[in-house]
């Protein structure tokens, strides 16, 4: 990695007001979606996808296939959304049927994990009602794509998107989340934090010092990975060591993050995006991010879209998701809901590092989805009850 890239990654944070230079995101044009002109239908500009604060002042346009230059959506379409960041997905929809007055969407909403288990009960009972699968969580989209129950997208929906955001064309990411350390600045230095997350439990600074949520789904996602990649007794020793260290346990990892803004704790584990969202509303806030290297703890995670084999509306589904990796929804995730965009030609908010400078493991999202073996390990240590 270059010393730029490196300093990227240790100060991503530092700016806020001025997180890009470039210009600002015009916003002004209506987006015609192929149906433009027609009667009922609402002028959406991309002012609309494009979040506010702080960390979103002063963008640059969006780069990629625009919404405009899509196929329009028509029809009604049945989408098992898995999470949806604290109803923001939803929303979303909500833009596009304003865009699409023939567009009926209607997502059924529950967890990543129910509505996988859901899909694969109802296949197994003759054929799931469900046209499209939306999940926060990549594993769940590789459970039902295991289970034999999603087709294979076409290249033309893929094609934006990096090979491990879509390993074997059944699903495809939509917007990435990266495991990070958020720490205090007033208490540590990134210098402070190691590299590797197997280290932590051993590092003088960290004692007594850490949060995590370990009921949380992306936690479980993360130990899930260690397990995988450094085998169940090496991932037992870390999570035996992290309690020996005296860490506080939370509810979320937003509530983490806050945590380590307010100085109750110097460092803890969470998505990236937690922290930007306490820097958005806090910009004086002393939380800075950590990326170890190569392991766990550098995870990126995605929430990722696949069709339901079966379904009588492919064709909808298919121009469904080319819209969710459109320029416009690209800045949607990247700037409402500050998750990683899965397209080049947006970028993330905050300084945060691109995907491209950050050191993710080796490792098939597909495989989190052996999420019971974790849990069992988690039980047995004591970390969950």
């Known amino acids: 990695m270059s010393d730029r890239n490196s300093q990227t990654r240790r100060r991503f944070l530092a700016a806020t007001g001025t997180a890009f230079a470039g210009s600002a995101l015009a916003g002004c044009s209506a987006l015609p979606g192929g ?70 969407p209607k ?28 999940a926060v969580d990549a594993g769940s989209l590789g459970t039902v794509a295991e289970a034999g129950y999603a087709t294979t997208l076409p290249e033309q929906v893929v094609k934006p998107v990096p090979k491990n955001f879509h390993p074997d064309d059944q699903w ?26 197997l280290d932590f439990p051993g590092a ?5 010092n850490m949060g995590w949520a370990p009921t949380y789904g992306a936690f479980q996602s993360f130990v899930t990975a260690m397990r995988v990649l450094n085998g169940e007794q090496k991932t037992k020793e870390w999570l035996n060591g992290m309690q020996k260290q005296n860490i506080t346990e939370y509810p979320d990892e937003f509530l983490v993050s806050n945590a380590v803004a307010d100085g109750e704790i ?15 509303a806090r ?35 298919q121009n469904f998701i080319r819209h969710l990796l ?20 947006v970028q993330p908010v905050g300084g945060l590092p691109t995907i491209d400078e950050l050191n993710p493991p080796e490792l098939s999202l597909s495989k989190l989805s052996d999420i019971q073996p974790t849990i069992e390990l988690m039980k047995e240590t004591g970390v969950l009850a």
């Open 266 to 280: 110097a460092a803890g584990f969470a998505n990236h995006y937690y922290a930007v969202r306490v820097k958005s």
């Open 35 to 104: 149906n433009g002109g027609e009667q009922g239908k609402e002028q959406i500009t991309l002012s609309d996808f494009r979040g506010s604060g702080p960390l979103v002042e002063q963008r640059p346009e969006p780069q990629g296939t625009s919404i405009e230059d899509l196929p329009a959506l028509e029809g009604e379409l049945t989408i098992y959304l898995g999470g949806g960041e604290g109803g923001l997905y939803v929303a979303l929809l909500d833009l596009l049927k304003k865009m699409y007055p023939k567009f009926e």
């Open 107 to 134: 997502p059924r909403i529950n967890s990543s994990a129910t509505l996988a288990n859901t899909i694969i009960q109802e296949q197994k009972g003759g054929n799931s009602p469900a046209d499209v699968f939306w």
């Open 326 to 345: 459109s320029a416009e929804a690209q800045e949607f995730f990247a700037t409402r809901t500050f998750a990683y965009p899965m397209i080049p030609g």
């Open 283 to 317: 910009p004086e806030a002393p939380i800075e991010l950590a990326f170890t290297k190569d392991d766990a703890g550098a995870l990126v995670n995605a929430s990722g879209a696949e069709i339901i084999k079966g379904t009588q509306n492919e064709e909808l589904a």
């Open 172 to 197: 495809v990411g939509v917007a990435g989340r990266a495991r990070s350390v958020p720490f205090n600045t007033n208490k540590l230095s990134r210098s402070d934090i190691p590299d590797k997350v």
């Open 204 to 208: 003088p600074t960290l004692q007594g």
